[in-house]
């Protein structure tokens, strides 16, 4: 830690592992992504380790689902991703692929939330737009947010960025983020970490620093 102009400045994971500091954000655990990723079941059982040391201490805990709107209210944006992602050439021939009610858009039931955790549903990748994860995680004092869920590459990143803009500090838990494949996993990863801003660690670097706020 390192002071400033009345600021208190975190450097190191140690730093800004605190409950009153840093949230704990699951993206996109979902029934329907999770058997999208080979390594789901590996990805699923990291996290119930992270929020077991997480729920113990008193992080404050966020999920994201990514639901769809029906097609009759699902705008170009929307159809347009269904057709790339269903690989069809007309939109009729889409179907919406996580409606909020269908079992595949829930959370995965290890991982179910706590009534007292909050889940926040959300049409786009990032986390963060057109959802309330901001206001409520400054309402908190929020600095930080450690991530883990699925996928990297596809809504992962995105949010890693969005949160940056932001100015949170993100950290991404690699070994417990999923990905399509190997490659897309280490491009995301090295990516991210370019600019040093974002702090990439392992679970058993994380875990560790959570338990130790007990």
């Known amino acids: 830690m390192t002071t400033a102009y009345r600021l208190d400045i975190p450097t190191s994971l140690p730093d800004i592992c605190r409950p009153g500091r840093m949230a704990i954000l ?51 944006g929307q159809l347009r991703r269904a057709m790339i992602w269903q690989r069809q050439e007309d939109p009729l021939k889409t179907k919406p692929a996580f409606l909020p009610s269908s079992e595949i858009t829930q959370i995965a039931p290890p991982l179910r939330p706590l009534e007292t955790e909050v889940v926040i549903d959300k049409i786009t990748m990032s986390a963060f737009e057109g959802t309330y994860l901001n206001i409520a995680l400054r309402d908190l004092g929020m600095q930080a947010i450690a991530i ?64 130790a706020q007990q």
């Open 26 to 76: 699951i993206y996109d655990m979902q029934v329907g992504i999770v058997s999208q990723v080979g390594n789901g079941d590996q990805i699923v059982k990291g996290c119930q380790t992270l929020l077991a040391a997480a729920r113990a201490v008193g992080y404050r805990i966020f999920y994201t689902r990514h639901v769809s709107l029906s097609h009759q209210s699902a705008g170009v």
């Open 148 to 211: 883990a869920g699925i996928a990297l590459e596809v809504g992962i990143e995105p949010s890693v960025r969005h949160a940056l803009d932001l100015n949170y500090i993100p950290v991404v838990v690699a070994d417990l983020c999923g990905s399509r494949t190997e490659e897309l996993h280490r491009r995301s990863i090295d990516a991210l970490q370019s600019t040093g801003e974002v702090l990439v660690v392992s679970s058993h670097d994380l875990i560790p620093q959570l338990k």
